[in-house]
Each structure stands twice: as C-alpha cells, then as structure tokens.
C-alpha cells in the first residue's frame, strides 16, 4: 500500500510538473513507472488549471463586464499551462497541413520555430475560445464556475486516452511523447476515475445551472458522467485522422487534442447555458 500511495504521489507531481507552471518543489525520477503513474492522474493536473481558470473569471466579472474578462481568463488559463499544449496545436498544424510526406511531417513537428500553419491556427483557438469563454461568462456569470473547472479535467483525460489508443508515431526517437510509452487501457480507465472522482463534487458544490430541475446529486452525477463521453466524442475524430496521418502519435500532438477538446468542450458547455 505504502509503495502504491508513494508511486502515485510520484506521478502526480510528474503530471503537475509536465503540464502546468504550478510550482511544485519536488523532485521525481520520470522513468518509466513514473510516467505511466502521471498519466492516470492527468486529470488531477487538468482540474488544478481549471479552477486557476475558474477563479480568475469569478473575481474578473465582479470588476469587467465580460469580454475582458473573458480575455484575461483565457490568458491566465494558457498562462497556467505554460503555452505547452498550445505549442504542440501549432506545431502539429505546420506539420500535418504542409501536405508533405510524413516523416517529413515530423521533421516540420520537430522545429522549435513556427510557420504560417501554426499561427493561423493558434489564432482561431484562441479565437474560438475567447468568444465561446465570452459568451459563457455573460450567458451564466459565476454560475458557471464548476463546469468550466471540470473542462481542463477531461481534455487532459483524452490525452491519456489518446497515449493509450494509438502508438507513438516516431518509433525509437525520444521526445516527451516517447516517455509514456506502456501506458495503456488501464491508465485510460484509472484517469476516467481520477476525472470523475474530481468533477462529481466539483459539479455538486457548484450546482450547475443547466440541471437544476434535477435533485443535487443526480444533476452532478449526469454532468460528470457527460463530460467523458462528450471528450471521447470531440477527440477520437481528431485522434484518428492524426494517427492515419502520422502513423500515431507524437508530444505534440497530445498536446494538440488536449487544445482541440478543450475549445469544443468549452463551446458545448455555451451551447448548455445557452
């Protein structure tokens, strides 16, 4: 039990040091068992951007209307993460959409600089989630708060899903996608019960509003039970089509689906309230 609880606490500083620029003063080894252990805690990680996102917007609105907020929400959630999965959207976008063969595909993947692909489609994220944010925020308020927390949560659960579905694309090369190779279906299912272990009471404490007819508990029980079926929905078809161009998966383009889900997420959840 004791090595169980030590391998976990290991994996999820991993999982916090990897995907977001929350300090945490520990160091790990990221070997293999490390790894394997983040990624069934990914959600853990997800759930604290969501509610560093979820805090910015509900102090925000008591001082701007909701378009800067929204504005300034948006940029403490990328802030949160670093830019990290954001890098890997862009770079994925020069990369998939250059039209190349595609081991030249992942070369392109490779430079650290970025291409006319990548910042077209870094600019219509944003965009897409700035006025999806800027709708929520006005449609809802601070209402909203628990299930804009729990979006982090389940996009980061797709990206393990994701590591666990499809191989890695580079074979032997390194890279941070090469780290989680052996992470499999039962680190998929122990991050879709890390997911909803956080969102059930996330979702309860909040009350949320599209429910509301329903009992407490039965109204975040069918939320949290959404969320992953919702995240599956919007990521396989990103998933497959990445995995049939590249021959799998890479670093960034974990980080890419996390970005893609994340946004149609964001947009159902304005579609709900709305």
Not at 4 to 27: C, E, K, N, S, Y
Not at 141 to 150: I, K, S
Not at 215 to 236: D, Y
């Amino acid at each position: 039990m004791f090595r169980q609880l030590a391998r976990a606490g290991r994996g999820l500083t991993a999982a916090m040091q990897l995907l977001t620029r929350i300090p945490v003063p520990v160091q790990v080894p990221y070997d293999r068992d490390t790894m394997k252990a983040s990624a069934a805690l990914f959600p853990l990680a997800g759930a604290a951007v969501g509610l560093a996102a979820a805090a910015a917007a509900a102090a925000l609105l008591q001082l701007l209307p909701a378009l800067p907020a929204a504005a300034l929400t948006l940029a403490v959630w990328t802030a949160v993460t670093g830019g990290l999965h954001l890098d890997g959207w862009m770079d994925t976008a020069d990369g998939v959409l250059s039209s190349r063969p595609r081991e030249r595909m992942l070369e392109i993947m490779k430079d650290s600089r970025v291409g006319a692909m990548g910042v077209t489609a870094g600019a219509l994220l944003l965009i897409v989630k700035f006025a999806a944010l800027a709708a929520l925020l006005e449609t809802a308020g601070t209402a909203c708060w628990a299930t804009l927390a729990a979006i982090p949560v389940w996009s980061r659960w797709w990206m393990t899903a994701a590591i666990a579905a499809w191989p890695y694309a580079r074979g032997e090369e390194g890279g941070m996608g090469a780290m989680f190779r052996g992470v499999g279906a039962v680190h998929a299912a122990g991050a879709a019960a890390a997911g909803l272990a956080v969102t059930f009471p996330l979702l309860l404490a909040g009350g949320p509003a599209p429910l509301a007819h329903l009992p407490a508990a039965a109204s975040a029980g069918l939320m949290a039970a959404a969320f992953p079926i919702a995240a599956a929905a919007f990521g396989w078809p990103l998933g497959r089509w990445l995995a049939r161009r590249l021959g799998g998966q890479t670093g960034d383009t974990y980080g890419a689906m996390n970005e893609w889900t994340e946004a149609w997420l964001l947009v159902a959840l304005t579609a709900l309230h709305h």
